[in-house]
């Protein structure tokens, strides 16, 4: 069997004063899987990506990603760990609204050091196949909500992540916007990048994972295998 490149085992996570956002959770993905983790608002799907983003550490259990302990890393560590690994995607883009679309994208790998060169080639391939080269010098707040996603697509893929979070990708676009940003994210797996996306779409869902997990009230519910006839 192939390493996992997730591996979550008996993770919580608990704020002050509430119930556990997360109660001991244990949670395996493959390289190459496209999980959709699906569940109430408030039930810990966030918190999940978000540990799993090393941006917020549990208060029980271990997070490892790619071999490496992600619970344990320091600040800067961490920081060095998500510009390697891991290409975020959120509902509201979270794009630099006074640089243009081309300086979002290769902010990451400029923050990597990564060479100016190949910085630009590597961009301006991603905005070609991702269909908003001509935006390239346009700002953010120019560009309808499907653009933006594509942008922010864009910049989680510039450093070749291994895993692609992506938090209600599709949360805030309408219907057009979001059948274009379900499209992108299937032909993203069908390429072999493994992603985890949190979602209350039910068709991006359908559409994109080969297997969906359920959480509710801080616990898994279900894991559920999807015909991978695609
Ligand atoms: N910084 C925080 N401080 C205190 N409680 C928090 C914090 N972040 C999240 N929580 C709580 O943890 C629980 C899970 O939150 P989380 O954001 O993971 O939910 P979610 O499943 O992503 O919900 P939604 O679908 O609404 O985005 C909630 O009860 C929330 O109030
Ligand atoms: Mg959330």
Redesign the pocket.
């Known amino acids: 069997m192939t390493e996992p490149l997730i591996d979550l085992r008996g993770v919580s996570r608990r704020?002050d004063g509430?119930p556990p956002?997360l109660d001991d959770v244990s949670l395996t993905v493959a390289p190459g899987e496209a999980v959709a983790i699906l569940?109430p608002?408030?039930?810990?799907?966030?918190?999940l990506l978000n540990l799993i983003a090393g941006l917020d550490k549990p208060t029980g259990g271990t997070v490892t990603v790619g071999g490496t302990r992600i619970d344990t890393l320091g600040e800067a560590r961490a920081a060095k760990y998500r510009r390697a690994t891991i290409g975020m995607v959120f509902q509201f883009f979270n794009l630099l609204d006074d640089l243009t679309v081309f300086d979002n994208v290769v902010l990451p790998a400029q923050l990597a050091g990564a060479g100016r060169g190949e910085t630009t080639r590597r961009a301006t391939e991603l905005l070609r196949g991702l269909g908003i080269d001509r935006h390239a010098r346009a700002y953010p707040g120019r560009l309808s909500g499907g653009e933006r996603q594509r942008v922010a697509v864009a910049r989680a893929l510039m450093n070749r992540p291994s895993l692609l979070l992506a938090d209600e990708p599709t949360g805030a676009l309408d219907t057009a916007s979001g059948a274009e940003v379900r499209r992108l994210l299937t032909d993203l797996h069908a390429d072999g990048q493994t992603i985890v996306l949190?979602t209350h779409d039910r068709t991006l869902a359908a559409e994109c994972a080969t297997r969906t997990v359920q959480?509710v009230d801080g616990r898994i519910a279900s894991d559920t295998a999807l015909e991978a006839a695609r």
């Open positions: 704020y509430g956002a569940g608002s408030g039930s810990g799907k966030s918190t949190v959480v």
